[in-house]
């Protein structure tokens, strides 16, 4: 017996395998990556309503390499002209309310009649714990295939002043982009709904009844610059709790001083598992809007918004130069130290500090 052939050792000769990786086919998606439009080309794909073309200069946006920083202004002024016909919604409330099953009814609602829906989120939790807005579950499924619809994650990197401005930055190219109807969402726990409120025109807050006093645990400020309170998840057996919560807001709300729009806040309920008291929301949001239209304030506070945002960027800006400038680091740590043991005052080394960045610059 030829005990050669009988092993399971046996070494066929070899053939010719094929590269495990395609060399051609990398190429040519590293060539498509690195296919950069023009600015034009961004601007013209843009207005057009290119999906793909809109998705790629919001990523310019969130950005932080410099080059790309330079690109998504030119983008941005360009697309400027183009931007602001529509409604700016925000919306907010404690993970858990029901936001993202509100906004995608709501959405459909608005889709169902020929709106350009888009939803945009500002979670400066979301680097850390992976988000408390947009994790893992699949949110807003409907919405997600709907043509008329366009979801766009919150921006994941930097300070929520950063975060919040790239946000605001993302409008303008979704409103070029033919969105008449844009969305931004935050988690009703942190600041992130003064930098919502600062870039909308009206502000939605969901609340849940039950749970003790009404009022307890709500930060009275998010409350104050809301436009409406809805009690979501008034169905079933929760419907007179939501009822008498309803009643409760309406009466908290009227203690407030009277908005500069002369809107009267309205709180209201909604299921919006259920579906109801979805339409009513979208026909008090659309008498919103000519109601400040009308008087004015619309266009008035829009504008107060952009003097706003001026402000934050000069501020955002500053901030990321100095504490980046490597004489800044090395010094901080050294005065840090002084001020910690009580060697010098705070002030005092805040002040040797600044004078040193401007002598450096
Ligand atoms: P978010 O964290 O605020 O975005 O909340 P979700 O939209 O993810 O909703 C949290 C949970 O509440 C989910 O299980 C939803 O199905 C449920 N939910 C949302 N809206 C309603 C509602 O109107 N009624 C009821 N019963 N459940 C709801």
Request: hydrophobic share 35%; net charge positive; charged share 25%.
């Amino acid at each position: 017996m030829n005990k050669k052939k009988e092993s399971a050792l046996k070494v066929n000769k070899g053939i010719k395998q094929p590269p495990s990786v395609n060399h051609d086919a990398v190429k040519k998606l590293q060539q498509k990556r690195k296919q950069a439009y023009s600015v034009s080309q961004y601007v013209e794909g843009i207005t057009k309503g290119d999906r793909s073309i809109l998705s790629q200069a919001i990523t310019l946006i969130e950005s932080s390499l410099p080059k790309h920083q330079i690109i998504a202004q030119e983008i941005i002024a360009k697309c400027l002209p183009y931007s602001g016909n529509s409604i700016r919604i925000g919306i907010t409330g404690v993970p858990g309310v029901g936001k993202s099953t509100f906004i995608e009814a709501i959405g459909k609602q608005i889709t169902s009649t020929g709106g350009q829906l888009a939803v945009l989120a500002i979670d400066p939790s979301s680097e850390r714990s992976k988000g408390s807005i947009l994790g893992d579950k699949t949110r807003m499924e409907d919405l997600a295939i709907d043509k008329n619809a366009y979801i766009r994650p919150s921006p994941s990197a930097g300070s929520l002043g950063g975060v919040a401005r790239k946000t605001r930055e993302t409008v303008v190219l979704c409103e070029a982009a033919g969105f008449d109807t844009i969305f931004i969402e935050t988690v009703g726990v942190g600041q992130s709904e003064t930098a919502v409120h600062s870039m909308v025109d009206f502000f939605l807050l969901l609340m849940l009844a039950g749970a003790g006093d009404e009022l307890q645990g709500m930060k009275r400020g998010i409350m104050e610059m809301a436009d409406a309170i809805a009690i979501n998840k008034a169905e079933g057996d929760n419907i007179n709790k939501a009822n008498l919560a309803k009643v409760q807001y309406q009466n908290a709300l009227h203690l407030f001083p009277q908005k500069k729009s002369n809107w009267i806040p309205k709180a209201t309920t909604c299921s919006a598992i259920s579906n109801k008291g979805i339409i009513d929301i979208w026909n008090m949001i659309k008498d919103y809007k000519t109601h400040t239209q009308d008087n004015n304030y619309f266009k008035n506070n829009r504008r107060e918004q952009s003097k706003y945002w001026m402000y934050e960027t000069i501020n955002d800006n500053l901030r990321f130069h100095f504490y980046n400038n490597s004489d800044i680091i090395n010094k901080l740590k050294l005065l840090e130290g002084k001020v910690l043991v009580g060697e010098i005052s705070s002030f005092y080394a805040a002040k040797i500090l600044i004078d040193d960045y401007f002598n450096l610059k």
